[in-house]
DNA sequence: GCCTATATGTTAATCGATTGTTATAATATC
DNA sequence: GATATTATAACAATCGATTAACATATAGGC
């Protein structure tokens, strides 16, 4: 490929002549401009961006770390901030971690190899200590992390509480929860604080489950389920911790001939592109996740630019009601 | 960040030599290394890989381009892309297109200048002269691109014929598609061709709809998809070129007060996870999402090494049968 | 004819690594 | 003990751009 040098002897005029051209620095007369659109036309001449970032401090690449592409709130999550990446001018280096520990740090090595500006975490097994050795902004969403430069979230235990009163109002008697992994902490688990705590306060009889990681990484959560509406037959509600896992207990509801929302009513929470496809319609809590993506980009380019930067960011929720309450 | 020659320093040595070691070339004492890995150990080294890319020729970063990302269908497919990627060692530059031509045009230009070993296309509005001067290989998926390096994708064609076969094996006497978008040509079209040979093979009436850029954009047909039920009432069996599209043909039965499958089959395609999620769930034409992610990722590697390379990979589809038919 | 503003050239350093060539030790061989 | 061999490092060029310092050249203004 062309280089700045081919464009120069091209024009007839010298390298830090063309530089200059490309930066609009200094003098330049149109007729230098003139040959050196030319010859960049004629070569082919694009400006070598590696050569560019080593010169400057950073790349102007976030790196984003994710355990799920395939799950449509990350899918979501992702569309959103790769848009206002793009907005601000970086561009995004996808990482799929998996949940897997290796992996993430495997990762999180490349991306602080490749001399990213940030890094945006929605993935979360690493031990923090890795994290103290991360000279560029950390990001989190979703995860706690005590080195992290901020964390954006969404109130989780509203979340719970929202679901939770929904429920109750709707008369169920007897509540089955079932909420994130069990095995690593997140924020996520609030929602099944604030769910607890409204039920305690209302006297109303529940159960909570966790998932295992494998469940969370197949998607697949319907044989948990099916087993534990039938250890729990009584049970006349549920709050599920995501969209997919409720489109998923409305299948075995049918498996199991219950009708939704007569014999049972059920919220979801993420309030993705599925809750509307669902047959009922998913009631659930729907997460801000445009407002999200943009402050965590926005968070990294504040970090970045040496700006005073919030903690902690904690946006609200809402209940969306639909079909299967 | 520290550089090589802090280390270099630290350990008492000179860049040369330090380099000699991360790479495991030449002599090198276990003295030397020893005291290399402390000091790299103690200045928290890592290499720069901005520096490393440029002097080689290019980076182990593969451009990929997509029109969505929160389509169920991309985001199984940008999954599939990044494992493989990752397996293969390299890492993906995401770019959303949106399907704007202006932003595809732009994306090109920074996977270029960022100097990505390669590009994987998904998405299909920009000028195949833009191709023309793009260096790189381009591996183009469910895209037609004459200047592009090879092309993966599914058999479209057949998959249009196994749908059609299916409705008419149930009964179907007046049938309606859903083709992709009309201003755009693209492999996908493939399916409306199938379907329309086997249904005039076998003297069944059909009705054919584009979509429009719009739809496409939001995910959102249900507002098509009720004024053709309406339009033609007699229609008695749909073939959706999506799942998604499925999905919310699915509703839009439900609220015209069709029952599926009695009154209406349905066969959708893709098969992404809200198939087995609707109710009931979708009759779809399976796509070999992995295989194909897989094969792209290879055969950017194969072209970057020289090896010669399939112009056109076509993989075959299958029909999963559920309760839609 | 001098000054100034404009335009470009020249030269060289820099970013952080890789790598070929060369220099210097340490050890082995006869 | 001289010579060959091997081990270990230093030195310097390179990748492709940016940028600063300084020199030079042309034009117009007064």
Redo the contacts with the bound molecule.
């Keep these: 490929?062309a280089?700045?040098?081919d464009v120069a002897r091209e024009a007839?005029?010298?390298?830090?002549?063309v530089?200059?051209i490309?930066?609009n620095?200094?003098?330049?007369?149109s007729?230098?401009r003139e040959k050196v659109d030319e010859a960049m036309e004629k070569l082919n001449?694009r400006?070598?961006e590696v050569?560019?970032s080593?010169?400057g401090k950073s790349t102007n690449t976030i790196g984003l770390i994710v355990p799920h592409i395939r799950h449509p709130y990350f899918a979501e999550m992702i569309s959103n901030l790769e848009n206002q990446a793009y907005k601000k001018g970086y561009k995004i280096l996808l990482c799929n971690s998996q949940s897997i520990q290796e992996k993430e740090k495997e990762y999180i090595d490349i991306i602080t190899g490749n001399r990213a500006a940030g890094l945006i975490l929605c993935s979360g097994t690493v031990d923090t200590k890795v994290f103290q050795r991360v000279d560029i902004p950390v990001i989190t969403m979703e995860r706690f992390l005590d080195n992290g430069t901020a964390c954006v979230e969404c109130d989780n235990k509203q979340g719970g509480e929202l679901a939770a009163r929904k429920l109750i109002a709707c008369g169920c008697k007897n509540l089955l929860h079932v909420g994130t992994i069990g095995t690593i902490p997140m924020p996520a688990d609030m929602r099944t604080e604030g769910f607890r705590e409204i039920c305690q306060k209302k006297n109303i009889t529940f159960v909570e489950v966790s998932t295992e990681e494998e469940q969370y990484n197949d998607l697949k959560y319907d044989e948990l389920l099916e087993s534990m509406l039938i250890k729990y037959p009584e049970t006349d509600g549920m709050f599920l911790s995501s969209d997919v896992m409720a489109a998923q207990a409305l299948q075995v509801c049918r498996k199991l001939g219950l009708s939704v929302p007569e014999d049972m009513k059920i919220v979801g929470f993420d309030d993705v592109n599925i809750a509307s496809l669902t047959t009922p319609q998913l009631t659930t809590v729907h997460q801000p996740v445009k407002e999200m993506a943009e402050i965590a980009v926005n968070l990294i380019q504040d970090a970045v630019t040496g700006k005073l930067v919030p903690k902690r960011t904690v946006l609200p929720v809402r209940l969306v009601e639909r079909e299967t309450t």
């Design positions: 490929m280089t700045l040098k007839g005029l010298t390298v830090g002549t530089s200059r490309l930066n620095r200094g003098y330049i007369s007729n230098a001449y400006p070598n050569a560019r080593l010169h």
